[in-house]
Structures are given as structure tokens and as C-alpha cells.
């Protein structure tokens, strides 16, 4: 990752239904490199309308690092690996960051240069 260029560092928010299918999507992802980090956030609680109704749920908050070049990538994994129809799977660029931890997402994420968000 260029040491002037952060905004190509992403993070990139799902939910899921559980903290043991949270840990188990981030692992697969960590492995398959499309991610350099997840930290798992349990104990939120989302009130959303689906198919017509408003449903009120306990998830479990994912926040994942990563970079643009991941993008597609990763949005393939999610599709495969997460246990929801329509899984929240957003991407958010970074504006600023510490430089070395830009650079470690950056190290660990580095198979692939051909996304983007």
C-alpha cells in the first residue's frame, strides 16, 4: 500500500447470526488472504424490514480490514460463505490511518491488485 495513498485501505462491515459463524467467516477469509483482520463485535441488536415486516434480530458486528484491490474478491467469499440471503456487505475507504498499520493490512492482502470499490 503506498505510503501516501490510505484511502486504499477498506473496511468492510457485515453482521451475522452468531459469534461462532462470525469467527468462522473471518478465518476462511483471513486464510484465503482477502482480509488481513476481523474483529467481532457481540451483542448488537438490528431492526430492519424484510420481506414486508419489521424484524428485530441479535447479530454479531463484524468490522473486516482490508484493501481495494480485494474488493471483488471478497465480495465473491461473502456471497459463498455468509449464511444470509442478502448479507450486509459494505465497503467503506479509509481517508487517514496509522501509516504502519496501513501497511500491514496492506502486506497481508497482497495477492491481488484487480478490484476496486
Do not use: F, N
Amino acid at each position: 500500500m503506498s505510503a501516501t495513498d490510505p484511502s486504499k485501505a477498506m473496511l468492510v462491515l457485515t453482521t451475522l447470526p452468531t459469534a461462532s459463524a462470525a469467527r468462522a467467516l473471518v478465518r476462511a477469509l483471513v486464510d484465503r488472504g482477502l482480509v488481513a483482520c476481523g474483529t467481532i463485535v457481540d451483542g448488537v441488536t438490528s431492526i430492519y424490514r424484510w420481506e414486508g415486516k419489521v424484524e428485530e434480530a441479535a447479530e454479531v458486528q463484524v468490522i473486516l480490514k482490508t484493501r481495494r484491490g480485494r474488493w471483488d474478491a471478497l465480495q465473491q467469499a461473502m456471497i459463498e460463505l455468509h449464511p444470509y440471503e442478502v448479507p450486509e456487505v459494505l465497503g467503506l475507504t479509509i481517508a487517514s490511518g496509522l501509516q504502519a498499520y496501513l501497511e500491514w493490512v496492506g502486506s497481508e492482502t497482497t495477492e491481488s491488485e484487480g478490484g476496486g470499490a
